[in-house]
C-alpha cells in the first residue's frame, strides 16, 4: 500500500490545500494530511486540536484520508507511519528554493521517501493561510478562499 504524508501548518486549511488534498488522494492509496506542531512556531491563530477539527471537517468526504498531528522530524514521522511519499504543493516559483532545500534535506536523512511535488491550480497560486488571515482581521472578502467550514472559524475568531 502507497502511503502518503502531506505535512503542513494548515493554520488554518484554504482552498489551495483542499485541491492539493484532493488530487494527493488520488494518487495514493491513503493520504495522512499531518498538523506540524512545532515549538518554535506556535503563534498561530487556530490550536493545533482547531486545526485537526477543521480538516477533518473538510476532508470527510475523502474515504482514503487521514488527519494527524507530528513533532520533530518529518523523515521520522513517515518512516513510524511507513510512508514512502511527501506531498507538497507549489504554488509558484517563490515557493521553490524552500520547498527544494527541505526536499533534499529529507532525502539526504531518508533516501527511500520520495518528495512529490503537485503544482497548485493558477487560481490558487496567490493563496495563503497568511493571506486569508489578514483577510479576515481586516474583514476583507475570503469566501472563495477557504471551504465554508473554515470560513465561518475565521469569522468567529474576529468577531
Ligand atoms: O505549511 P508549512 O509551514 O509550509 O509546512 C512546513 C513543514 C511542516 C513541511 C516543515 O516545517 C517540516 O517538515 N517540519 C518538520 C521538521 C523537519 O523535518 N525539518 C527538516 C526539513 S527542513
Given amino acids: 500500500m502507497k502511503i502518503g504524508i502531506y505535512p503542513g501548518s494548515f493554520d488554518p486549511v484554504t482552498n489551495g490545500h483542499m485541491d492539493i488534498i484532493e488530487r ?12 506540524l506542531m512545532n515549538p518554535r512556531k506556535n503563534t498561530g491563530l487556530f490550536t493545533i486540536d482547531e486545526r485537526i477539527d477543521m480538516l477533518k471537517e473538510c476532508t470527510i468526504h475523502l474515504s482514503n484520508v487521514e488527519i ?3 513533532s520533530g522530524l ?6 513510524y507511519k511507513e510512508a514512502s511519499i511527501i506531498v507538497r504543493g507549489l504554488r509558484a516559483v517563490m515557493d521553490l528554493e524552500l520547498e527544494m532545500q527541505m526536499a533534499q534535506i529529507n532525502k539526504n536523512m531518508s533516501p527511500e521517501v520520495e518528495t512529490v511535488f503537485l503544482v497548485t ?4 497560486s496567490f493563496l495563503s493561510s497568511s493571506a486569508v488571515k489578514e483577510l479576515a482581521l481586516f474583514h476583507g472578502d475570503f469566501d472563495d ?4 467550514f473554515v470560513r465561518n472559524k475565521l469569522k468567529d475568531k474576529y468577531k
Avoid at 518529518?74 to 518512516?79: G, Q
Avoid at 491550480?121 to 490558487?124: D, F, G, I, L
Fill in 121 to 124: 491550480q493558477a487560481k490558487y
Fill in 145 to 148: 478562499l477557504v471551504p465554508h
Fill in 24 to 35: 494527493a488522494s488520488k494518487v495514493v492509496d491513503k493520504l495522512i494530511v499531518s498538523v
Fill in 74 to 79: 518529518l523523515v521520522d514521522y513517515a518512516k
Fill in 68 to 70: 494527524d498531528s507530528f
